[in-house]
């Protein structure tokens, strides 16, 4: 069964480095997403992709973030400049046009 | 706003008892709810998806019901097991032009099943 992969599965990076969390969505989808759930919190929208370019982004995502589909199979998220409290889950995900998302298994990112 | 709103936010049931979950949400355009589980550490897994048209949705022991009027849904687990213990997430989806599927998540009941 197709499914949304994610490496690494766990990151420890020291503050103010950049860290590339990389994620390889279902072949057809369309849609891609990345989600974050800081320890204990809910999942938070971060961004969503579709045609090579960014659809919608929330307020967390700020000029520290960016995201890039290099290849046509990988979709990466990148922090340019790591702080403490971007310590969380990482969740990539994908849809097609308008179907469910299905979700990665996440990516720990630790900063220390 | 688009909200999510679950309750309770955790829960204790003993092995092989039932236990129903809550969700209210205020979401436009509201397009359909899923309710995911997810363990630990890992990605949520999607149990059901109802769009407004349905009521209730079976999948397994886990049964959704959605009111679409009074915008509540339900997640009721049947003769649980240990294995069920995670968080379940109520997750109201809108169609959005030009952001696709938008997903707003509710904070999730965490459930404990012991023996």
């Known amino acids: 069964e197709p499914e949304v992969t994610q490496t690494p599965s766990h990151q420890v990076t020291q503050m103010g480095q950049e860290v590339i969390l990389r994620c390889v969505p279902i072949?057809?989808?369309?849609?891609f997403y990345w989600y974050r759930q800081i320890l204990g919190q809910k999942v938070e929208f971060l961004v969503s992709?579709?045609?090579?370019?960014?659809?919608?982004k929330s307020e967390i995502f700020d000029d520290q973030f960016s995201v890039e589909r290099p290849d046509g199979s990988n979709f990466t998220l990148k922090i340019r400049s790591t702080k403490l409290e971007d310590s969380a889950m990482y969740f990539c995900?994908?849809?097609?046009?308008?179907?469910?998302?299905?979700f990665g298994q996440g990516t720990r990112l630790t900063v220390v | 706003k688009n909200q999510v709103e679950q309750s309770p936010q955790s829960l204790i049931i003993l092995e092989g008892k039932n236990c129903t979950l809550q969700?209210?949400?205020?979401?436009?355009?509201?397009?359909?709810l899923r309710w995911y589980k997810q363990d630990t550490g890992r990605g949520p897994v999607s149990l059901t998806i109802?769009?407004?048209?349905?009521n209730t949705k079976s999948n397994g022991r886990y049964t959704a019901t959605l009111d679409a009027d009074t915008k509540q849904s339900s997640l009721h687990i049947t003769a649980s097991q240990l294995s069920d213990s995670a968080s379940y997430i109520c997750?109201?989806?809108?169609?959005?032009?030009?952001?696709?599927?938008?997903?707003?998540f509710g904070k999730g009941t965490t459930l404990s099943v012991s023996s």
């Open positions: 992709f579709y045609n090579n370019e960014i659809s919608e």
């Open positions: 109802m769009t407004f048209s349905e």
């Open positions: 995900a994908s849809s097609e046009v308008f179907t469910e998302a299905f």
């Open positions: 969700c209210n949400y205020t979401v436009s355009p509201f397009s359909n």
């Open positions: 072949s057809n989808h369309l849609y």
């Open positions: 997750v109201v989806s809108a169609y959005l032009r030009q952001a696709g599927t938008a997903l707003i």
